[in-house]
């Protein structure tokens, strides 16, 4: 399944597909034209269209924060999957991933 990082609407995006390192390189850079495109302040990634993903996109999305807060811009995700999440903990990152609950997006 090929991954991509696409608009829902302004200040939403939805990453789809599987995350691996493979295309997590095409996938940082498509996020960083993402931050830097955007006039919006605060972004929410959508993080439930993800198929199968490895270390490799944590690491991604630590560098999207990075990016983020050098343009003072807030970025969260949601719809993070248990696989995800459980990944997150054995890499001890879980406390520097800014997630929100789904819901909460309205």
């Known amino acids: 399944m090929t991954a991509g990082l696409s608009p829902v609407k302004p200040g939403r995006f939805v990453l789809s597909g599987d995350v691996d390192v493979w295309n997590t390189p095409v996938l940082v850079e498509q996020g960083w034209q993402l931050l830097v495109s955007q006039e ?30 050098g343009r003072q811009m807030r970025l969260s995700f949601c719809g993070f999957s248990q696989d995800l999440m459980a990944l997150a903990k054995v890499c001890d990152i879980e406390s520097m991933l800014p997630i929100i609950p789904s819901e909460n997006l309205g």
Do not use: C, H, N, P
């Not at 919006?40 to 490799?56: C, N, P, R, T, Y």
């Open 40 to 69: 919006e302040k605060e972004l929410v990634i959508d993080m439930s269209a993800i198929g199968q993903a490895d270390s490799s996109a944590l690491a991604m999305l630590l560098s999207w924060l990075r990016r983020a807060k």
